[in-house]
């Protein structure tokens, strides 16, 4: 079994109102966390080094995929070349479903998430 222990909530942005979101790492039942659970091991050594000034680079990392199951820009029957036309790509042509990408990071903002 895996537990499920709260760390952080925020306001729900796709249901609003008094809807939650609840962000949660994971531990086994033995009490220690789960092998997966990074955010246990981070949270520890920025307190062992609280003295020092943390610098982050976050990115979320998702494949949108089209009705027919092929991811978005790629073209149909085929690979794309190398990964810089689709993989961080910036520019017209390069960059798909970037309305998309766009209400994630405002429903990231509207909730909080920092």
């Known amino acids: 079994d895996v ?19 609840v962000l949660c790492e994971t531990w086994d039942s033995d009490g220690s966390p789960n092998k997966y659970n990074y955010r246990h091991e981070a949270a520890r050594l ?8 943390f610098w982050f680079g976050l990115e979320q990392e998702y494949t949108l995929l089209g009705p027919d199951g092929w991811p978005y820009g790629w073209p149909k029957g085929g690979f794309p070349g190398a990964q810089g036309p689709y993989y961080c790509g910036v520019g017209t042509g390069k ?3 970037r309305d998309i990408v ?10 909080g998430i920092n």
């Open 102 to 111: 766009e209400a994630h990071y405002k429903a990231c903002l509207y909730a």
């Open 95 to 97: 960059v798909h479903c």
């Open 3 to 21: 537990y499920l222990r709260p760390v952080a909530i925020f306001p729900d942005p796709f249901r609003r109102g008094e809807n939650i979101l």
């Open 46 to 53: 920025m307190r062992a080094n609280a003295h020092e000034h």
